[in-house]
């Protein structure tokens, strides 16, 4: 059920931005009188699972889900007409119009990813506002992995400053020290402060394990408010509501100590103690081959949440903010793609990684919070300079713009196909990365 939620959601988000994106670009088509002869959302190939034509235009919907598209008379696209190339050319068709009209045709789907974008966040912000973890809200240090301890974290350590500046969101450090090339973490451990030097050669690691931090929990109080079916935990006779006391009569301080017990001893019986209704029961149980129990516990009070709330007009500088810094930060992350040092083309990842971002269980605000942010990416990635995306034809357009000479349509057919080869060499190689990722678990 959880991947099915997941894929729902991918699925409706990736809906509602092609529709956007075209729909930018069919609105900068009309207003500039070209002809739009198709609008379509997913891929019409094979043929089309719904199709009706409404004045000059058909719209419809495909039968492959892997985007949309508005098919825009005169103009070389992935339709590759090559009849209608051959016709002399008409008024209302694309190469008729003016280069800064057809610019602007072409730019339309990226400004209304953008603008979409920043819509959402305004929305986001001022119906639930903002949630995030303090920094200073971790109030029992952080808990790390090996990586962590190789640069010189322990646990228990409270994270302060990164490069001398106060941290204040907690699931942003990691972040900004890859985007931002941060130097030193200044920690407060045991008391005392510590200086901790980020060593370049542990960026590609943290690349592929961006979680290498996270809030230290205690054990108690265990109450167990969700058991999974035909779990060890529901085969053993646990209950919602009862406290996990000890595991083979061993307590534990910290929950990644509980953790770290039940991984250790995987596959293997051992006995609960659980406290239900004042008194004790030990019930024996056998964990999962991965070391899991199937419980899941309340842990919304252990540490504070903050919130900011916005008014409408609050949200409306505050969202185009976030849009901006979002876009920035994304535009950041190519440095670190195209570097040979970091290895980041690695982590580089597909559907499957683009599907596992979003939650599941169905989360409105979750949901339009990763509508935005993959809104922004369609529009980054569709500015850049290759044939096939919006940003090759705008490209060649502002090379018209400039010199004064247009290129001539056999060599854009071409440029069409070589662009988008590379289109499919980085999906197959995106994709290729989330398949060996799942073999490698």
């Known amino acids: 059920m959880t991947v099915l939620i997941k894929i729902l ?29 198709k609008f379509y959302l997913f891929f019409d190939w094979p ?5 009706r034509k409404w004045g000059e235009t058909e719209y419809g919907v495909g039968m492959i889900p892997l985007g949309g598209y508005v098919k825009i008379s005169g103009m070389i696209d992935e339709s590759m007409d090559r009849e209608q190339m051959k016709q002399p050319p008409q008024p209302y068709e694309f190469r008729s119009k003016k280069a800064w009209q057809r610019l602007m045709i072409m730019l339309g789907g990226v400004f209304f990813n953008f603008i979409f974008a920043l819509i959402i966040y305004v929305g986001v912000l001022s119906v639930w506002g903002e949630t995030y ?17 190789a640069m010189g974290l322990r646990n228990g350590d409270k994270i302060l400053s990164v490069d001398g500046e106060p941290v204040d969101n907690f699931y942003a450090i990691i972040p900004d020290i890859l985007l931002n090339e941060r130097k030193v973490i200044t920690v407060d451990r045991e008391g005392a402060l510590t200086d901790i030097p980020v060593n370049r050669e542990f960026i590609p690691l943290l690349l592929k394990n961006p979680d290498v931090i996270d809030a230290r929990i205690p054990f108690g109080p265990f109450v167990i408010s969700e058991i999974a079916d035909d779990s060890p935990a529901q085969k053993a006779g646990l ?22 017990y039940l991984a250790a001893h995987k596959g293997s019986p051992m006995t609960v103690t659980v406290r239900r209704e004042n008194e004790t029961i030990d019930l024996p149980v056998v964990t999962t081959q991965t070391g899991l129990l199937g419980v899941l516990r309340e842990v919304g009070n252990i540490l504070e949440l903050s919130t900011k709330h916005y008014s409408f007009f609050q949200a409306i500088p ?18 670190l793609i195209f570097s040979k040092d ?5 982590s580089l990842g597909g559907f499957i990684t683009i599907g596992s971002i979003f939650p599941g269980r169905w989360n409105w605000q979750s949901f339009w919070n990763l509508t935005a942010f993959l809104s922004l990416i369609l529009a980054v990635m569709n500015i850049l300079p290759i044939p096939a995306l919006d940003g090759g034809h705008v490209m060649f357009l502002i090379f018209e713009v400039v010199t004064g000479r247009k290129p001539s349509d056999k060599f854009l057919e071409y440029a069409q196909i070589a662009g988008m080869i590379i289109l499919f060499a980085l999906l197959i190689f995106a994709n290729g990365n989330d398949i060996l990722k799942l073999i490698r678990k």
């Open 239 to 260: 209950a919602v509501g009862d406290e996990i006391i000890s595991i083979d009569s061993m307590p534990f301080q910290w929950y990644d100590e509980f953790q770290g």
């Open 47 to 51: 043929f089309a699972i719904f199709k």
């Open 318 to 335: 505050a969202g185009v903010s976030k849009g901006w810094k979002t876009t920035g930060d994304y535009l950041k992350q190519f440095k």
């Open 133 to 149: 973890l303090a920094a200073n809200n971790v109030k029992y240090g952080i808990l790390t992995d090996s990586t962590g301890y």
């Open 342 to 346: 970091t290895k980041a083309y690695e």
């Open 9 to 37: 959601q991918l699925l409706l988000s990736l809906s509602i931005l092609v529709i956007v994106h075209e729909f930018g670009h069919f609105l900068f088509a009309r207003i500039f009188k070209t002809r739009v002869e």
